[in-house]
């Protein structure tokens, strides 16, 4: 059977309309979901075809309207509530950390919030501060929120599927390059389970775990890396929380050597969790090299020249993994020319 | 019973469970924190009367009230403030969280003003549904401070949501008083620029608060809509968290209290009741808080591995 390729802003928009016709209690609603740009086109059409009570712009009330998520899920809704930025979801941490994350639990079991959260991280063409954050370890220290960013248009309509159907809330993490990305999506309904991660490219050498848009960057940093011999392992952990340790755990005890690169701050994030995780799993004599990669720690500059210097990319993390399978030396010059959908990428958003 | 009956009940009820809370708090075994409802019965009671079993409620973390009012257990409710595993939360939520989803008594959330939206998007779920049922707000005066509580009277209006915004105005926020926080006591007449009915009941009247609420849940059962905005004044009689009385502090004078302590709104309601038929209905609640608070004593606590479930829902 030929491959189907469609984009990953398609997937959500397929994985979105098959759960809203499978199921009269999904809704989906945000700032912008029901304009003629469709949020990237991930909500294109399904005005048309679900009408403005399932599918709904919302006033500017980031507060209230997640508030209103909660209380409609609590009354057996499933909503999706999209949010264009990653940035403007600090707006929506007070109702998700005090009251979706501990309805469960602080309600003894007796309720329960079935809620998606979308968000969108933006990066390049001078998107800058408050338009580029990478804020999923926020919601990755609260306990009773899933937090999950794939990487792959398949596993990004597979897990907005399972996503929807979870009776948690569950923080859904796009980055805005990945939407132009293509890949091979089934037509048919299917879920990508959380807590699975997929290895993407396998190696022997180094172990590189590469987060949302960094698990792209991580292949392509293998493909430099083939020039030097090193074979190294791709792995997207596609869910954060939970976490498939026992993946991340099997290929470092192979390649002996763990890279964590985010698309997001290093301190107190994720990097340093899925470290210290797989480190504390190790057994006594089990030893291994670790690194991190991510933002620089500053705010994001729109000015490209200092915007390149401040993310990670196929190069700087390719000669990373190169000097940790060579005790340190850096004597290596990846050759590497910035990537289609950044040189290609126009806003202005 | 007739509708006096029934809210004498009601109001006698919250005030005697709080009253034994208040009996037993010094021995230690309710370890949480109460906000207790003495003196503001009227509202919870009167609001709930005029609802029906499948219109929801959510309060906030003096949840005593609307907890009892809206039918909620009392077994259960006294065994949650003992922190045992009968309790509504099993032993997880503690006196600010009583819920019975049962009874569609909600909310219960230490922060100030959090629930609001919840009863909006309540009602937006029962409306898609074609289902009349009314969700009610309920908040204090404080609550009207934040943001959230505006962003939720503005999406409420826009979308005529079956719900009632029910401010409970004490004039406290803990113990600061209302014209130290805000430039006038007239939050009715700022909900009323959202284009929503506004009633405000200046006396803590039971009655006034059940007519009122009774009228908006008219409107939503004939198939009109919502939003309303009920204001009922009343006064808290003891400190903000715990079961003293607090005049000797000076942040608010006994002579300021000293008129709604006069019309007590249980001795009000108890007025139009006949004094036999009160007799009955007070030993019968008397008979209810006995088996509670036995109950409380003798159930046991969760098992500690109770510590890790629920974080997640399969």
Not at chain 1, 34 to 57: A, H, N, S
Not at chain 1, 256 to 269: E, Q
Not at chain 2, 99 to 118: E, K
Request: glycine share 8%; charged share 25%.
């Amino acid at each position: 059977m030929a491959e189907r390729i469609i984009s990953y802003a398609e997937a959500i928009r397929e994985a979105t309309h098959q759960e809203m016709e499978r199921d009269d209690s999904v809704i989906t609603f945000g700032l912008g979901v029901d304009d003629f740009k469709g949020i990237y086109g991930t909500t294109k059409g399904l005005l048309e075809k679900f009408g403005p009570d399932r599918l709904f712009d919302t006033p500017l009330s980031e507060d209230a309207m997640t508030g209103v998520a909660i209380g409609a899920a609590m009354a057996g809704l499933r909503p999706i509530h999209v949010h264009i930025r990653m940035d403007f979801l600090l707006l929506t941490v007070n109702q998700l950390f005090n009251i979706a994350a501990k309805t469960s639990y602080m309600y003894g079991g007796s309720l329960q919030v079935p809620l998606v959260v979308r968000s969108i991280i933006g990066k390049s063409w001078g998107q800058g501060a408050q338009h580029s954050q990478g804020l999923h370890s926020l919601f990755m220290h609260i306990p009773g929120l899933k937090v999950v960013a794939p990487s792959t248009p398949h596993d990004a309509k597979g897990c907005l599927i399972e996503a929807i159907r979870d009776n948690n809330p569950v923080m859904f993490v796009e980055h805005r390059l990945l939407h132009l990305f293509h890949g091979h999506v089934p037509e048919e309904s299917y879920t990508t389970p959380f807590g699975k991660a997929r290895i993407l490219a396998p190696g022997s050498d180094i172990t590189m775990v590469g987060i949302s848009y960094m698990a792209a960057d991580c292949l392509r940093a293998k493909h430099l890396l083939d020039q030097t011999g090193i074979k190294a392992e791709v792995i997207d952990p596609i869910s954060l929380v939970p976490f498939d340790y026992d993946a991340v755990l099997e290929s470092v005890r192979r390649t002996k050597r763990l890279l964590v690169v985010d698309t997001a701050w290093l301190n107190c994030g994720a990097a340093a969790e899925i470290i210290t995780g797989v480190l504390e799993r190790l057994n006594p004599g089990e030893h291994i090299q670790v690194r991190r990669m991510g933002f620089a720690p500053a705010s994001c500059p729109p000015t490209k020249i200092l915007e390149d210097a401040f993310y990670p990319d196929p190069a700087s993390i390719a000669l990373t993994a190169y000097a940790m399978c060579n005790d340190g030396k850096t004597d290596w010059t990846p050759d590497y020319k910035e990537e289609k959908e950044i040189a290609e990428f126009r806003g202005p958003f | 019973m007739t509708l006096e009956e029934k809210l004498y009940a009601s109001i006698y009820r919250i005030r005697r469970v709080e009253e034994e809370v208040s009996a037993v708090y010094p021995l230690d075994k309710i370890r949480s924190p109460v906000h207790l409802s003495i003196g503001q019965e009227a509202v919870a009671a009167g609001v709930c009367e005029a609802l029906g079993k499948e219109d929801t409620i959510f309060g906030t973390y003096r949840s005593h009230a609307t907890y009892l009012a809206k039918g909620g257990n009392m077994r259960k409710m006294i065994a949650e403030l003992y922190g045992k595993d009968a309790g509504c939360c099993r032993g997880k939520g503690g006196s600010m969280h009583l819920i019975d989803p049962t009874v569609g008594a909600l909310g219960g959330s230490a922060v100030v003003a959090t629930t609001i939206p919840h009863a909006a998007g309540w009602a937006f779920a029962t409306k898609m549904r074609g289902q009349r049922h009314v969700s009610v707000a309920m908040f204090g005066d404080g609550a009207v401070e934040e943001g959230v509580f505006y962003e939720t009277l503005n999406f409420a209006s826009l979308k005529k949501l079956p719900v009632i915004f029910l401010l409970e105005n004490n004039g406290y926020a803990i113990h600061s008083p209302l014209l130290t926080r805000q430039p006038a006591n007239n939050i009715a007449e700022r909900a009323a620029t959202f284009g929503m009915p506004v009633t405000v009941i200046e006396d803590g009247d039971t009655m006034g608060i059940y007519n009122a609420t009774a009228k908006a849940v008219q409107t939503i059962r004939e198939g009109g809509t919502g939003p309303f905005f009920i204001e009922a004044r009343i006064y808290r009689w003891k400190e903000h968290v715990g079961i003293g009385d607090d005049w000797k502090f000076g942040y608010r004078s006994q002579d300021e209290a000293q008129p709604w302590l006069e019309r007590d709104p249980m001795k009000v309601i108890g007025a139009k009741v006949e004094a036999a038929r009160r007799k009955e209905i007070e030993e019968g609640i008397e008979a209810e808080i006995k088996d509670a608070f036995e109950f409380a004593e003798t159930t046991p606590f969760p098992p500690v591995t109770e510590l890790l479930t629920d974080v997640y829902r399969n």
